[in-house]
């Protein structure tokens, strides 16, 4: 005899599907996302750490409704309002006691992002457009959340989630290449067609660029565990191949010299080099820089390669200022940047407002032929000078310590930890999150989800093994 349970479920589906039906007649059909909010407010209850997984699965398919021309909201779907419910449910746990793990809670680097946080909140009193400024503080916010607090909760607890955090982004990125690839090569795989052919998944080549660059390092390291079947591994060369063969046909020059960069790092950390060894001879370079860069201007001016669709002059082309559009406009960027800060050297402009403040601090000779006085030609392209411009000196302050905090996590956690896969993708991580802030240097997307979900889930990663290896030093001690 039947029972009552599937009568109210087709009688429910019935009543859903006549609804739905009205609402696609009146043109709203957004109604259709209905089930699939249902399903993940239970997950966001039930199944946290896997709504993370596919929360994160989602960032490289996701699209900003600016690219859709829908309304002018700059929101990225389906990640965005995912991660403002998380914010939600976060903040609804600290009311009722610690949302997170109280030893992640308690790391300096968890302090340091609060303080990072406060001073954001603080310079948005004072910001030139507080809506932006707000707007840029709540996204800073949930991605904190959502990608480092909550995930590196998981990460304590869960530790196969920390490779699975890895595949989870990189497999939907390996789509977004192959996608990309194939529309690039309707044109001949050009370099001016590379500039946009990864269109609406990332915004331009030098964010598609920096993503690839910082997971690369990571898969590299999955390679190397023992663990996994000689099927996974197939999958993963599979996987590393297309990434590399996405990077090359990025153009993404900064992204090539992070890669590079992180490589050399790689190099000395396995010859020996202590940290502060290193720190000494990057001090020493930056002022041999300094004292010496009239001389060096002189030199990179006669470089007149333009970049070019033949990867070599393409290469070439990287210390180029004296036709490069390209780096022309970075360096105009950078001059307006240094101007906005003179003027506001405390408190800045604003989180989020550079673009719509530069215009008039452009000086006639920086100007370029893709300068423009509309907010709408994009940021300062540098992760270090945007918050020295938009939130004065302790902007930059909390950027560095943020690169401090990685380097010092980067060569304790290979120093303290015993397990040998751990410690490969431990390193992994750590080249991948390097190559960030060298490519930071040139551009910045921290504003975006594509970046944040690598660069915050990277740190959760290192705060949780700095924790772990910390405890495994502490026990033989005890023992």
Same mark, same amino acid.
């Given at each position: 005899?039947?029972?009552?349970?599937?009568?109210?479920?087709?009688?429910?589906?019935?009543?859903?599907?006549?609804?739905?039906?009205?609402?696609?007649?009146?043109?709203?059909?957004?109604?259709?996302?209905?089930?699939?909010?249902?399903?993940?407010?239970?997950?966001?209850?039930?199944?946290?750490?896997?709504?993370?997984?596919?929360?994160?699965?989602?960032?490289?398919?996701?699209?900003?409704?600016?690219?859709?021309?829908?309304?002018?909201?700059?929101?990225?779907?389906? !990640?965005?309002?995912?991660?403002?419910?998380? +914010? &939600?449910? =976060?903040? #609804?746990?600290?009311? $009722?006691? /610690?949302? *997170?793990?109280?030893?992640?809670?308690?790391?300096?680097?968890?302090?340091?992002?609060?303080?990072?946080?406060?001073?954001?909140?603080? !310079?948005?009193?004072?910001?030139?457009?507080? +809506? &932006?400024? =707000?707007? #840029?503080?709540?996204? $800073?916010? /949930?991605? *904190?959340?959502?990608?480092?607090?909550?995930?590196?909760?998981?990460?304590?607890?869960?530790?196969?989630?920390?490779?699975?955090?890895?595949?989870?982004?990189?497999?939907?990125?390996?789509? &977004?290449?192959?996608?990309?690839?194939?529309?690039?090569?309707?044109?001949?795989?050009?370099?001016?067609?590379?500039?946009?052919?990864?269109?609406?998944?990332?915004?331009?080549?030098?964010?598609?660029?920096?993503?690839?660059?910082?997971?690369?390092?990571?898969?590299?390291?999955?390679?190397?565990?023992?663990?996994?079947?000689?099927?996974?591994?197939?999958?993963?060369?599979?996987?590393?191949?297309?990434?590399?063969?996405?990077?090359?046909?990025?153009?993404?020059?900064?992204?090539?010299?992070?890669?590079?960069?992180?490589?050399?790092?790689?190099?000395?950390?396995?010859?020996?080099?202590?940290?502060?060894?290193?720190?000494?001879?990057?001090?020493?370079?930056?002022?041999?820089?300094?004292?010496?860069?009239?001389?060096?201007?002189?030199?990179?001016?006669?470089?007149?390669?333009?970049?070019?669709?033949?990867?070599?002059?393409?290469?070439?082309?990287?210390?180029?200022?004296?036709?490069?559009?390209?780096?022309?406009?970075?360096?105009?960027?950078?001059?307006?940047?240094?101007?906005?800060?003179?003027?506001?050297?405390?408190?800045?402009?604003?989180?989020?407002?550079?673009?719509?403040?530069?215009?008039?601090?452009?000086?006639?000779?920086?100007?370029?032929?893709?300068?423009?006085?509309?907010?709408?030609?994009?940021?300062?392209?540098?992760?270090?000078?945007?918050?020295?411009?938009?939130?004065?000196?302790?902007?930059?302050?909390?950027?560095?310590?943020?690169?401090?905090?990685?380097?010092?996590?980067?060569?304790?956690?290979?120093?303290?930890?015993?397990?040998?896969?751990?410690?490969?993708?431990?390193?992994?991580?750590?080249?991948?999150?390097?190559?960030?802030?060298?490519?930071?240097?040139?551009?910045?997307?921290?504003?975006?989800?594509?970046?944040?979900?690598?660069?915050?889930?990277?740190?959760?990663?290192?705060?949780?093994?700095?924790?772990?290896?910390?405890?495994?030093?502490?026990?033989?001690?005890?023992?």
């Amino acid at each position: 005899m039947p029972t009552s349970r599937p009568n109210s479920a087709y009688l429910a589906i019935g009543l859903y599907a006549v609804v739905l039906s009205v609402c696609v007649y009146f043109e709203f059909p957004w109604l259709a996302l209905l089930p699939l909010a249902a399903l993940f407010a239970w997950m966001a209850f039930a199944r946290l750490h896997a709504l993370i997984l596919v929360l994160v699965a989602a960032v490289p398919l996701s699209i900003n409704l600016e690219e859709l021309e829908l309304g002018g909201l700059g929101v990225y779907l389906p !990640t965005e309002p995912l991660l403002a419910g998380l +914010l &939600v449910l =976060f903040l #609804f746990r600290s009311v $009722r006691g /610690w949302p *997170v793990d109280a030893r992640l809670l308690g790391h300096p680097f968890a302090w340091w992002i609060g303080l990072s946080i406060l001073w954001l909140f603080l !310079t948005t009193l004072v910001s030139s457009f507080p +809506l &932006v400024s =707000f707007k #840029f503080m709540v996204a $800073r916010l /949930w991605f *904190v959340v959502g990608f480092f607090f909550i995930l590196g909760h998981f990460f304590l607890h869960l530790p196969k989630l920390r490779h699975q955090y890895v595949l989870a982004y990189v497999m939907p990125l390996c789509a &977004v290449v192959i996608y990309t690839l194939v529309r690039h090569a309707e044109f001949g795989f050009e370099k001016d067609a590379g500039h946009w052919v990864m269109k609406p998944f990332y915004k331009d080549h030098t964010s598609y660029g920096a993503a690839l660059a910082m997971v690369i390092p990571p898969m590299l390291a999955l390679l190397t565990w023992k663990r996994f079947s000689a099927f996974i591994k197939a999958l993963l060369i599979l996987a590393l191949g297309t990434l590399v063969v996405g990077i090359v046909f990025s153009y993404t020059r900064a992204a090539w010299v992070s890669l590079a960069a992180a490589g050399v790092l790689w190099g000395l950390m396995k010859l020996g080099f202590r940290l502060r060894t290193l720190l000494t001879i990057g001090v020493l370079l930056i002022g041999f820089v300094w004292i010496a860069q009239d001389s060096l201007l002189i030199q990179l001016q006669r470089n007149d390669q333009d970049s070019s669709d033949d990867l070599t002059e393409h290469v070439e082309s990287i210390s180029n200022v004296s036709s490069d559009a390209s780096n022309l406009e970075r360096l105009n960027r950078w001059n307006a940047a240094l101007a906005m800060f003179r003027e506001r050297p405390l408190t800045g402009w604003g989180g989020g407002t550079y673009q719509f403040i530069y215009a008039p601090f452009q000086r006639a000779e920086d100007r370029t032929i893709i300068s423009t006085n509309n907010a709408d030609g994009g940021n300062a392209h540098s992760e270090y000078l945007g918050p020295l411009a938009e939130q004065g000196v302790l902007g930059l302050g909390f950027v560095i310590g943020m690169l401090g905090f990685c380097l010092h996590l980067g060569f304790r956690v290979q120093r303290r930890m015993q397990d040998n896969d751990e410690r490969a993708l431990a390193m992994g991580i750590f080249l991948g999150l390097m190559t960030y802030f060298i490519h930071g240097v040139l551009n910045n997307y921290l504003d975006t989800d594509k970046a944040s979900a690598l660069f915050w889930g990277f740190f959760a990663l290192l705060v949780v093994w700095d924790l772990q290896s910390g405890q495994e030093k502490l026990e033989p001690a005890a023992t």
